[in-house]
């Protein structure tokens, strides 16, 4: 019979104390080595033992004042929430639409719950101390680089709620929303197929970021299953954002679009490269999409008003962002899952069509 983690009989143990009243509303429990000791553990599982508890809402962590225990029954996690978004260069970081749906949205479903949400700068250096230093519960942050992953993780162990939205970054104390980029490729993909087309490229941006390796694993995952040829020389990423913004990226493709064999369908993962995939085959004097079929990410208002119409992946960031402020006010009364995903959907529209006749 497989036996249970130590450190979650561990933490059973100290839940039937906070429920028994052993350890009463408002005191502060023992320190981690006093129960190591108590309980003969190691540190390590009192730690984690007292993390997942703090993760749900049972207990509170103060800075350099302990561990104290919440009451669950009058609902204080409003009271006690302070919840911290973290971007890197705020200003222009929430110029982007994406970053704007995400923001907005958590800003008003915060603000309906009667909290309110501090924003702060997400500095290159020394980022764990002065995260830290807000006390935030929970720190937010809108998709961040897989580099942060490390800083994030610490400042969970150091009993910092974290939350994570639009990314796939997961890690002990830390939950993550986000739309589901596999299934969203799958969805252009098939539509593309279903039109006839075979030959199918991928254009995108920053390749370390966790959406864009997402998406790339959906678009060969559906051209798989679909019995598409998957070919190397059709994957162009840009470094920079745009395809314009790195020398190699854009002539990759230029060079793709203008050959005699190209590709007769293009999905870009996001909106403004779609829309600059869209430039590229007119000035290539490629009809869209009587010679070319685009698929592009994401769904601002401009897409719909762009000529043609943008058929695009749209991704309930709405839905994402208010579910995540219920959650951060709810810790207490159900344990969260760490990964929730929201199904995106196909926005048909008028840069698609039946793939050309082979030459």
Request: hydrophobic content about 45%; overall charge negative.
């Amino acid at each position: 019979m497989r036996t249970e983690p130590r450190y979650l009989q561990l933490r059973a143990a100290l839940l039937e104390r906070i429920k028994s009243g052993s350890y009463q509303v408002g005191t502060r429990i023992p320190t981690e080595p006093e129960i190591a000791d108590e309980f003969s553990v190691s540190r390590m599982t009192a730690n984690r033992a007292i993390l997942s508890l703090v993760s749900d809402g049972w207990l509170h962590r103060k800075k350099k004042s302990g561990t104290f225990v919440v009451d669950v029954q009058s609902d204080p996690l409003v009271r006690l929430a302070r919840p911290v978004v973290a971007i890197r260069e705020p200003e222009r970081t929430l110029e982007d639409d994406y970053f704007q749906g995400l923001y907005w949205a958590l800003n008003a479903g915060i603000t309906a719950h009667g909290g309110s949400l501090l924003t702060v700068p997400l500095p290159e250096t020394d980022r764990v101390a002065h995260l830290q230093s807000f006390d935030a519960d929970p720190l937010i942050l809108f998709g961040p680089q897989r580099a942060f992953h490390d800083d994030l993780l610490e400042i969970a162990r150091n009993g910092t709620r974290v939350l994570l939205l639009g990314t796939t970054l997961q890690g002990f104390g830390m939950v993550a929303i986000d739309s589901d980029n596999l299934l969203g490729p799958a969805l252009a993909i098939s539509h593309l197929a279903e039109l006839g087309h075979r030959d199918i490229a991928f254009f995108g941006a920053y390749p370390d970021d966790a959406n864009t390796v997402d998406r790339l694993r959906g678009y060969n995952a559906a051209m798989g299953a679909r019995g598409l040829l998957r070919k190397q020389e059709r994957v162009v990423i840009s470094p920079e954002g745009l395809l314009e913004r790195d020398r190699s990226a854009l002539e990759a493709a230029l060079r793709m679009l203008s050959a005699p064999d190209r590709p007769s369908a293009v999905f870009a993962a996001g909106s403004h490269l779609a829309l600059e995939t869209v430039s590229l085959a007119r000035s290539l004097n490629l009809r869209v999409p009587e010679d070319i079929s685009i698929v592009g990410y994401d769904d601002p208002p401009f897409v719909s008003r762009a000529i043609p119409p943008l058929t695009t992946v749209r991704q309930p960031l709405a839905e994402m962002a208010t579910f995540a402020a219920d959650l951060i006010y709810s810790f207490g009364a159900t344990a969260p899952r760490t990964y929730n995903l929201f199904d995106p959907v196909l926005i048909l529209r008028g840069t698609t069509a039946s793939a050309p006749p082979i030459q």
